[in-house]
């Protein structure tokens, strides 16, 4: 039996204070252009490019295992640090724009708190520790913040030094700063992949049709660098 997850799934509550927002997969049917050549109108519309992936024969069967490891705890994990990402905007835009006094801050961020804590705790549990080790890395990746400075900066160097030590026991480490190109290499090609469609079928590849929405051949937002 794996084990579950419960460090990150108590530290995201205490991450940041956002409002999430799903990614949405396009609606079905679209405007199309046409063009008319000898009274006949020809509708014009483009064929988004298919990828197909096969196992890399380079690879040895415990870098594959690893490689396949790796791709489904990313699938895990990123969705909620593209989550954080547009929570910690939403909680800056507020915070910037009302003139909150300190009491009216903590109560703002003591009820987002609540709210995350009432909508995310169940599926947060769910992930196993290499997930939450993940997450922690893309959501540094997301915010260009590690996700110690995000609790300092939010809750104060006592709370994200308790979480620190929290996340030693369970082999994580919130200090540690995402390194595209470095061991967070093949994290960041995946991450690629997420937003340019193409990981929509490397999943697909190796474990069928995904059942989250958040993958889609269609990609997201643009990357950010």
Known sequence: ????????ALFLFLLVPTVLSAQTVPTQGH???YVIEDGDTLFVSSIPPLYIFSRDKKKKDKEWREYYQ???????AYPYALQARERLDRADSILNTHSF?????????AKTERELFAEFEGPLRKLTFSQGRILLQLIDRELGMTSFGIVKSYRGG???SFWQGVARIFGADMKQPYDKYGQDKQLEELVRMYHDGRFYYLYFSLFGPPKDPNISPYGTRAIAN
């Open 1 to 8: 039996m794996k084990a579950k997850l419960i460090f990150p």
């Open 31 to 33: 405007i199309m252009g």
């Open 70 to 76: 790796t791709v489904h705890n990313f699938a895990r």
């Open 101 to 109: 006094s300190v009491r009216e801050r903590e109560r703002f961020l």
């Open 158 to 160: 006592l709370t994200a």
